[in-house]
């Protein structure tokens, strides 16, 4: 799942306006996986205008200047315009940086994508212009990991005050129910990203029990929901 916020280009004046972004983005998440050269990311021009697109990459901070970031990960082009009803693609490439990244886990990148919309041409009186900012997660995957997306369930369990991930991915979980008992009651409030190899912390308000069986929803890589069992 991605984040949006809005920036604001120029402010002068206008009684009502709507910002949204008409430059669709067809991925909610990328993975790139280290044997592969480039992952690509699929845009869509649905408005009647030439959009300028600018885009780059960056390791979790979303202040950070894309001028200052030196990182395994880059998108090419880094702008483009794309003409109404028009399509194209990003391509994220790998450098030598690659080499100095985590090779019994997933690195977590994040694409940024800001879809700047052209000036009015026959403009008259005041008016707002908005440029929207889409962030979606970037799972680097290398190559030949020791366990498989399949048998996630057989790895993830309640420890304590946290939810111990011992597989090489990041797993995002949408949602918890109980097997049995309060079934169709969500014991978290927002979803969690599960490091690799790492006891992540939740919200205790809702805590969790070594001794009950759970189902955890998740998100797989083709962004759509799935349930898993997680036993006691």
Same mark, same amino acid.
């Given at each position: 799942?991605?984040?949006?916020?809005?920036?604001?280009?120029?402010?002068?004046?206008?009684?009502?306006?709507?910002?949204?972004?008409?430059?669709?983005?067809?991925?909610?998440?990328?993975?790139?996986?280290?044997?592969?050269?480039?992952?690509?990311?699929?845009?869509?021009?649905?408005?009647?205008?030439?959009?300028?697109?600018?885009?780059?990459?960056?390791?979790?901070?979303?202040?950070?200047?894309?001028?200052?970031?030196?990182?395994?990960?880059?998108?090419?082009? #880094?702008?483009?315009?794309? %003409?109404?009803?028009?399509?194209?693609? /990003? +391509? &994220? !490439?790998?450098?030598?940086? $690659? #080499?100095?990244?985590?090779? %019994?886990?997933?690195?977590?990148?994040? /694409? +940024? &994508? !800001?879809?700047?919309?052209? $000036?009015?041409?026959?403009?008259?009186?005041?008016?707002?212009?908005?440029?929207?900012?889409?962030?979606?997660?970037?799972?680097?995957?290398?190559?030949?990991?020791?366990?498989?997306?399949?048998?996630?369930?057989?790895?993830?369990?309640?420890?304590?005050?946290?939810?111990?991930?011992?597989?090489?991915?990041?797993?995002?979980?949408?949602?918890?129910?109980?097997?049995?008992?309060?079934?169709?009651?969500?014991?978290?409030?927002?979803?969690?990203?599960?490091?690799?190899?790492?006891?992540?912390?939740?919200?205790?308000?809702?805590?969790?029990?070594?001794?009950?069986?759970?189902?955890?929803?998740?998100?797989?890589?083709?962004?759509?929901?799935?349930?898993?069992?997680?036993?006691?």
């Amino acid at each position: 799942m991605f984040r949006k916020s809005i920036l604001l280009c120029s402010l002068l004046f206008l009684s009502t306006f709507t910002a949204y972004a008409s430059v669709v983005i067809n991925n909610t998440r990328v993975i790139f996986n280290g044997d592969k050269k480039s992952a690509n990311v699929q845009l869509m021009n649905k408005s009647s205008e030439t959009h300028l697109v600018q885009s780059w990459i960056d390791n979790g901070n979303p202040d950070a200047k894309p001028e200052d970031l030196k990182l395994a990960l880059a998108v090419v082009p #880094a702008v483009v315009r794309i %003409d109404a009803d028009n399509g194209q693609v /990003l +391509n &994220i !490439i790998k450098n030598d940086l $690659v #080499a100095a990244l985590p090779k %019994d886990r997933e690195s977590l990148f994040w /694409l +940024n &994508i !800001i879809d700047i919309p052209p $000036v009015p041409q026959h403009k008259s009186g005041n008016y707002l212009q908005f440029a929207v900012r889409s962030r979606l997660k970037v799972f680097y995957r290398p190559a030949g990991l020791a366990i498989s997306q399949s048998s996630l369930a057989q790895h993830i369990r309640v420890q304590g005050g946290c939810i111990k991930n011992e597989t090489p991915y990041f797993v995002t979980v949408v949602g918890i129910e109980e097997s049995s008992g309060k079934k169709g009651l969500n014991l978290i409030d927002k979803a969690l990203l599960l490091r690799p190899f790492s006891c992540n912390a939740y919200d205790r308000r809702h805590p969790l029990s070594e001794q009950t069986s759970y189902v955890f929803k998740i998100i797989d890589d083709f962004g759509t929901q799935r349930a898993i069992d997680i036993s006691r």
